[in-house]
C-alpha cells in the first residue's frame, strides 16, 4: 500500500494525462467514424385489423389493435426479400451503405446488402389504438425519406394484395367452378326430362313417376347438381359481401396521417460520443493500473523496516523517524 500511494502521488500529471487524454481521443474516433445520420417518419392510421378474408371469414387476431396489426404485417414483409428490394428498387441507396467495390460490383452482393439494410434499419412501431410509424435512419436526407415512402407505398399495393388475395383466388375458383355446376344441372334436367319423355306412361294420372327407380335416381341427381349449384353461387355471394365490407382500395386500409419529410437537422451523436468516451475512460482506467503496476514493481525504495530486512541480513537496532527537512539539514551541517 505505501508502495502504491508512493507511486500514485510521485506522478499524479502522468496518470491524470492518461485518464483524461484517452476519453478525448475516443471521443475524436467517434466524430470521424460515426457520420452524421437522417431520420425521415411517416405516421399512419389504420382503419381496420389486417386480416386474410379466407371461405370461411376474415382471419385476423381480436386479441391485438388494428395499428399492431397492421406494424406486425408491415414488419414480416420487411422480412421478405421481395418486398424489401421493390421497396429499395429506383432508390440511389447503395452509396450510403458504405460497401466495397466487390460488393457493388457484384450484382447478387448488392441486393443482399440492402436486404439487410432494409429489414433491419425500417422500424415500424404501433403508437396508439390505430395510429403506427415507421421510421428509416440513413446517412442521406433524401434517401431517409424516398425509403419511408416507398415503404408506405408498397404496403398499400402488396398489403392489400396479400390481405384479399386469397379471397379474389377463391371467388375466381368459384366462378369457375359456378359455370361447371350449372352445366351439371342443366345436363341432370335434361336427362330428366328425357326419360319421362321416353316414358310417357310414368305421365298418366295417378301414377308416381318416383317409385320408378331409374327416373328417380335421375331426380337425385338433378336435385344435387342444383343444390351443387346454389353452394357455390351462396359462397361468391358470401366472400363477395365480405370484399364490399371490408374495401380493397388503399382508403379503407390505411390512411397516410403525415407524410415523411426530407429531414434538416442531423441526429444527436451524442449517445455515440459518450460511448466512445466511456470506452476511452476504461482503457485509461486499464492503462493506468497497468503503469501503476509496473512502477510497483520496479520500486526499491524503503518505506518501512521490513523492506530493510528484505535487502540487509543485519538486524534492525533502531529507526530514524521522519524528520522535516529543516532538522535534516541542520543534523547534516553538525555531523559535518
Known amino acids: 500500500m505505501y508502495r502504491l500511494l508512493e507511486t500514485i502521488f510521485r506522478y499524479p500529471l502522468r496518470l491524470l494525462t492518461i485518464l483524461v487524454l484517452l476519453p478525448v481521443i475516443g471521443v475524436g474516433i467517434a466524430y470521424f467514424v460515426f457520420p452524421h445520420t437522417y431520420e425521415a417518419a411517416a405516421r399512419l392510421w389504420a382503419y ?23 406494424a406486425i404485417a408491415l414488419s414480416e414483409l420487411l422480412n421478405t426479400r421481395s418486398f424489401a428490394l421493390s421497396v429499395a428498387h429506383g432508390i440511389d441507396i447503395a452509396p450510403t451503405l458504405q460497401l466495397s467495390s466487390d460488393v457493388l460490383s457484384n450484382p447478387q452482393k448488392l441486393d443482399d446488402a440492402v436486404f439487410a439494410n432494409i429489414s433491419k434499419n425500417v422500424l415500424v412501431t404501433p403508437l396508439e389504438y390505430s395510429l403506427y410509424t415507421i421510421t428509416y435512419i440513413s446517412t442521406s436526407a433524401v434517401v431517409a425519406q424516398e425509403i419511408v415512402a416507398s415503404v408506405v407505398n408498397q ?3 402488396q398489403g392489400i394484395q396479400y390481405a384479399y388475395g386469397d379471397a379474389q383466388r377463391l371467388l375466381q375458383i368459384y366462378q369457375g367452378q359456378l359455370v361447371q355446376t350449372k352445366q351439371a344441372a342443366a345436363q341432370a334436367l335434361d336427362a330428366e326430362q328425357a326419360y319421362l319423355q321416353a316414358h310417357p306412361e310414368l305421365r298418366r294420372p295417378g301414377i308416381a313417376p318416383l317409385n320408378d327407380p331409374q327416373y328417380a335416381a335421375l331426380d337425385a ?48 451523436r451524442t449517445k455515440q460520443f459518450l ?16 503503469f501503476l503496476l509496473i512502477l510497483v514493481r520496479r520500486d526499491r525504495a524503503v518505506y518501512i523496516p521490513r523492506d530493510l530486512e528484505n535487502l540487509v541480513d543485519f538486524p534492525i537496532v533502531m529507526e530514524i523517524p521522519q524528520l522535516p527537512k529543516k532538522i535534516m539539514k541542520i543534523v547534516a551541517e553538525r555531523s559535518a
Not at 381496420?48 to 397492421?70: K, M
Not at 460511448?275 to 497497468?290: D, E, F, K, M, Q
Open 48 to 70: 381496420q385489423r389486417f386480416g386474410v378474408i379466407t371461405s370461411t371469414g376474415t382471419d385476423t387476431n381480436l386479441y391485438e389493435t388494428p395499428a399492431q396489426t397492421q
Open 155 to 157: 404496403f398499400s399495393t
Open 221 to 268: 341427381q338433378r336435385q344435387q347438381a342444383q343444390a351443387d349449384e346454389k353452394n357455390v353461387e351462396t359462397n361468391i355471394t358470401s366472400l363477395t359481401q365480405q370484399l364490399s365490407a371490408e374495401g380493397t382500395n388503399l382508403e379503407s386500409f390505411f390512411k397516410e396521417l403525415d407524410n415523411p419529410l426530407v429531414p434538416i437537422q442531423p441526429q444527436s
Open 275 to 290: 460511448t466512445a468516451g466511456g470506452v476511452g475512460l476504461g482503457v485509461g482506467i486499464i492503462a493506468c493500473l497497468v
